[in-house]
């Protein structure tokens, strides 16, 4: 294998954000249309999709997402499943911890395990039952290639498959993760306690996220384990994040499965820097109190029950009392797609990987979007054709290099530099209303001007 470089500590797949939640709606008008149009590239994980759901007034929502490989597509399935299971079935407490559990976890429960492989076999049977018409509005893969439903087919079998001679025993997921940190460490791997340390207090806390606990922060960088919430035995494989990377050995390509995501920025950056609850982030002798475990724990909770209650019954011919009393006699063993929360005025739909660049070539997407997100990972994929496919009064927003805790500040620098700059080149301008931060920038198209192209 190549040897690992200082740089790789981010990973080479995005399994979680570098960022806040953000209810990408609050940042711009909405204007006069019935339904609004967002537009994800490379979120990672459906942190804004359930924020901007939250903050959902008297509009329609359609969430148009794509990555950059399957997997990815496969994750977000998976954990908006889990965000989906009606509280009658799964308690709003324990679909917290399991979705947090999944999220963060290298390695998870055997509890956990038994929902995991019951939600991939349920994905599995709809994607490959599903080719022009879904059956739930937030999980449409219809526009997805054929290649890219076989695989995302693959993957969800596979997280249901045990043991066998055709299905070999799991990665060992301390292994996987025990060589990213000594691929990213070199020879700082024997002072990796102190290494810890320096990225915790220095870095993360110097960027304001001092609700990240030490002990906690260390038990993620050491084992991949970022919520632990329960009393049990975290030792079973994460299946979903495990996936194959392509390295040059002898000449020869050869892929190789394992844990290839970040290891240094932590999992809690998506729920658990930022709270509403000023309460939470109290500190005494200087120390808060909360961590951001439980940080994350209230804002994913929150958003949970916010989804109940933006819960559509479909069954408008029965009356209540009998609808209630059907859905009660559903258990997690036999919940299917059809049977997850329906919401209110809610879409979702799956675009073919790195679609970006296509959308303006198709009518449907002309002046389409009304919000744009693209994040660290996919700014590459920002080119000049961009603002045909964004609806007058567009926002387009740039997920930041902020966290990426291996630059330096000349590096993040430089990079906040090139997004404004690919947007300048896309038809857009910086919003200069106190909206972009060092986090987010926020940029809006260009008045009276003409677009570069």
Same mark, same amino acid.
Not at 67 to 77: F, G, I, K, N, S
Not at 98 to 105: A, R
Not at 356 to 368: A, E, G, I, N, R
Not at 399 to 413: G, V
């Given at each position: 294998?190549?040897?690992?470089?200082?740089?790789?500590?981010?990973?080479?797949?995005?399994?979680?954000?570098?960022?806040?939640?953000?209810?990408?709606?609050?940042?711009?008008?909405?204007?006069?249309?019935?339904?609004?149009?967002?537009?994800?590239?490379?979120?990672?994980?459906? !942190?804004?999709?359930?924020?901007? +759901?939250?903050?959902?007034?008297?509009?329609? &929502? #359609?969430?148009? =997402? *794509? %990555? @950059?490989?399957?997997?990815?597509?496969?994750?977000?399935?998976?954990?908006?499943?889990?965000?989906?299971?009606?509280?009658?079935?799964?308690?709003?407490?324990?679909?917290?911890?399991?979705?947090?559990?999944?999220?963060?976890?290298?390695?998870? !429960?055997?509890?956990?395990?038994? +929902?995991?492989?019951?939600?991939?076999?349920? &994905? #599995?049977?709809? =994607? *490959? %039952? @599903?080719?022009?018409?879904?059956?739930?509005?937030?999980?449409?893969?219809?526009?997805?290639?054929?290649?890219?439903?076989?695989?995302?087919?693959?993957?969800?079998?596979?997280?249901?498959?045990?043991?066998?001679?055709?299905?070999?025993?799991?990665?060992?997921?301390?292994?996987?993760?025990?060589?990213?940190?000594?691929?990213? &460490?070199?020879?700082?791997?024997?002072?990796?306690?102190?290494?810890?340390?320096?990225?915790?207090?220095?870095?993360?806390?110097?960027?304001?996220?001092?609700?990240?606990?030490?002990?906690?922060?260390?038990?993620?960088?050491?084992?991949?384990?970022?919520?632990?919430?329960?009393?049990?035995?975290?030792?079973?494989?994460?299946?979903?994040?495990?996936?194959?990377?392509?390295?040059?050995?002898?000449?020869?390509?050869?892929?190789?499965?394992?844990?290839?995501?970040?290891?240094?920025?932590?999992?809690?950056?998506?729920?658990?820097?930022?709270?509403?609850?000023?309460?939470?982030?109290?500190?005494?002798?200087?120390?808060?109190?909360?961590?951001?475990?439980?940080?994350?724990?209230?804002?994913?909770?929150?958003?949970?029950?916010?989804?109940?209650?933006?819960?559509?019954?479909?069954?408008?011919?029965?009356?209540?009392?009998?609808?209630?009393?059907?859905?009660?006699?559903?258990?997690?063993?036999?919940?299917?797609?059809?049977?997850?929360?329906?919401?209110?005025?809610?879409?979702?739909?799956?675009?073919?990987?790195?679609?970006?660049?296509?959308?303006?070539?198709?009518?449907?997407?002309?002046?389409?979007?009304?919000?744009?997100?693209?994040?660290?990972?996919?700014?590459?994929?920002?080119?000049?054709?961009?603002?045909?496919?964004?609806?007058?009064?567009?926002?387009?927003?740039?997920?930041?290099?902020?966290?990426?805790?291996?630059?330096?500040?000349?590096?993040?620098?430089?990079?906040?530099?090139?997004?404004?700059?690919?947007?300048?080149?896309?038809?857009?301008?910086?919003?200069?209303?106190?909206?972009?931060?060092?986090?987010?920038?926020?940029?809006?198209?260009?008045?009276?001007?003409?677009?570069?192209?």
């Amino acid at each position: 294998m190549s040897s690992g470089r200082k740089s790789e500590g981010a990973g080479c797949i995005t399994w979680w954000g570098f960022s806040p939640a953000l209810d990408l709606l609050s940042l711009g008008p909405v204007g006069s249309e019935d339904e609004i149009k967002v537009l994800l590239v490379g979120s990672g994980d459906p !942190r804004h999709i359930l924020k901007t +759901i939250a903050g959902l007034q008297d509009k329609r &929502l #359609h969430v148009y =997402v *794509t %990555e @950059t490989c399957m997997e990815l597509v496969a994750r977000q399935m998976l954990l908006l499943y889990i965000a989906l299971i009606p509280q009658e079935i799964m308690g709003t407490t324990e679909k917290t911890e399991v979705f947090l559990e999944v999220f963060g976890n290298c390695e998870i !429960r055997s509890q956990t395990e038994e +929902i995991v492989r019951q939600a991939a076999s349920q &994905l #599995h049977l709809f =994607v *490959t %039952e @599903t080719i022009e018409t879904s059956t739930h509005d937030c999980f449409n893969t219809t526009q997805l290639k054929f290649k890219e439903r076989d695989e995302l087919a693959k993957i969800f079998k596979s997280w249901t498959s045990s043991s066998s001679s055709q299905h070999p025993a799991p990665v060992s997921m301390s292994k996987a993760w025990d060589y990213r940190v000594r691929q990213h &460490l070199g020879s700082r791997y024997d002072s990796r306690e102190g290494c810890f340390d320096w990225d915790l207090h220095m870095k993360l806390h110097k960027k304001g996220c001092g609700v990240i606990n030490k002990r906690q922060y260390e038990r993620w960088r050491g084992q991949g384990l970022a919520f632990e919430m329960r009393e049990g035995i975290y030792q079973i494989p994460n299946p979903t994040l495990l996936s194959s990377r392509v390295f040059s050995r002898a000449g020869d390509s050869v892929a190789y499965r394992g844990y290839w995501g970040d290891i240094v920025s932590s999992p809690y950056l998506s729920f658990g820097i930022e709270t509403d609850d000023m309460s939470m982030m109290k500190t005494q002798n200087g120390k808060h109190i909360k961590t951001a475990q439980d940080i994350s724990f209230a804002n994913v909770q929150g958003l949970f029950q916010t989804l109940s209650r933006r819960r559509r019954n479909l069954s408008t011919s029965k009356p209540e009392k009998e609808t209630e009393k059907s859905s009660m006699q559903i258990d997690l063993k036999s919940l299917m797609i059809k049977d997850l929360m329906h919401l209110n005025g809610v879409s979702l739909t799956f675009l073919p990987l790195e679609s970006v660049h296509k959308l303006p070539d198709k009518q449907k997407y002309s002046h389409f979007f009304n919000f744009i997100y693209f994040s660290v990972s996919c700014l590459h994929q920002l080119g000049p054709m961009l603002g045909q496919i964004a609806a007058p009064d567009a926002v387009l927003v740039m997920e930041l290099a902020k966290y990426i805790l291996d630059l330096n500040k000349e590096q993040e620098a430089g990079f906040a530099k090139k997004a404004a700059s690919l947007a300048l080149q896309a038809g857009f301008e910086a919003r200069h209303d106190g909206s972009s931060n060092d986090v987010h920038a926020i940029f809006v198209e260009q008045k009276n001007q003409v677009k570069l192209l």
